[in-house]
């Protein structure tokens, strides 16, 4: 009887085992199952990141990044126009996948969200005429110059909020859109346009013969960073290394050197 119930004891222990093994072998292939399809959320009306051609195709300079990073981890991609209000719910309730198009990493979004690393800057930065940089070199060079923004913007906000700096120029305008401030300063009746760098260099490079962009920063800087439901960090990881694949091999700069002249891909720490 007790030789008996050895061998039932060591059966027991032996079925345990393995199925203890098929259950990590279960899960590291559930952590190395290919990524089939990701849906990624956007909102079409934001040129460069993301905006619908001549041909309402969904185009864009994140859309270019996305599609790149999508292929490498062998997963089809979807763009998916979203009310950009309703973002997080869209994330949460898992209609999209990723958010990826602009999207300011703040505090009060990483409570609700989970998100990749920085992997651009979104700055205020100055734009005049080529060959006329006035000799600005900081933001308090700005003082006695005709000043345009978009009304709205970050820089608006950041401007009106320094009563100092806005009242050092000789005139400060606010326009509709950025296009008619570049216009403007392109004929002459203003001599400086602080802008989002993204948007500005993109329309620096339809007209590169026109505008120059001056490495001045006004304002603070905030990143932006590819975001996934809170609880999603194995889509997280998986796009997050494919992502540095793109930038390691510099498959990333060119996409941004294609849409804005320039590397604005944020460098690893």
């Known amino acids: 009887m007790k030789m008996k119930k050895l061998f039932l004891a060591a059966g027991l222990m032996l079925s ?7 259950g990590d072998s279960g899960e590291q292939k559930a952590e190395n199952a290919p990524v089939e399809k990701i849906i990624v959320g956007l909102d079409d009306e934001y040129p460069p990141m993301g905006f619908k051609d001549e041909n309402n195709q969904i185009v864009g300079f994140d859309v270019d990044l996305a599609k790149e990073a999508t292929k490498r981890l062998g997963a089809e991609v979807e ?6 209000s309703s973002k997080e719910a869209e994330l949460k309730s898992g209609r999209i996948n990723v958010l990826w198009n ?32 006035q000799g600005i070199v900081a933001e308090t060079d700005l003082a006695g110059k005709a000043v345009g923004t978009q009304a709205g913007s970050t820089a608006e906000t950041y401007i009106t909020s320094k009563p100092d700096l806005q009242n050092s120029f000789r005139e400060f305008k606010t326009y509709g859109d950025y296009i008619s401030a570049f216009m403007d300063l392109e004929n002459g009746r203003l001599d400086a346009v602080v802008c989002d760098e993204i948007v500005g260099r993109y329309y620096m490079a339809k007209h590169p013969d026109a505008l120059q962009a001056l490495d001045v920063t006004v304002g603070p800087v905030s990143e ?10 194995e889509l997280r990881d998986k796009v997050q290394k494919a992502f540095d694949e793109i930038v390691a091999d510099g498959t990333a700069a060119k996409i941004s050197e294609q849409w804005f002249g320039a590397n604005l891909i944020k460098a690893k720490n």
């Open 224 to 233: 932006f960073g590819i975001a996934f439901a809170k609880e999603n960090t």
């Open 16 to 22: 345990m085992l393995v199925t203890g093994c098929g």
């Open 102 to 133: 602009g999207l300011d990493i703040t505090p009060e979004r990483q409570e609700n969200m989970l998100f990749s690393d920085p992997y651009m800057d979104n700055r205020q930065i100055i734009f005049v005429r080529t060959g006329d940089d």
């Open 79 to 84: 763009f998916k126009a979203i009310d950009w």
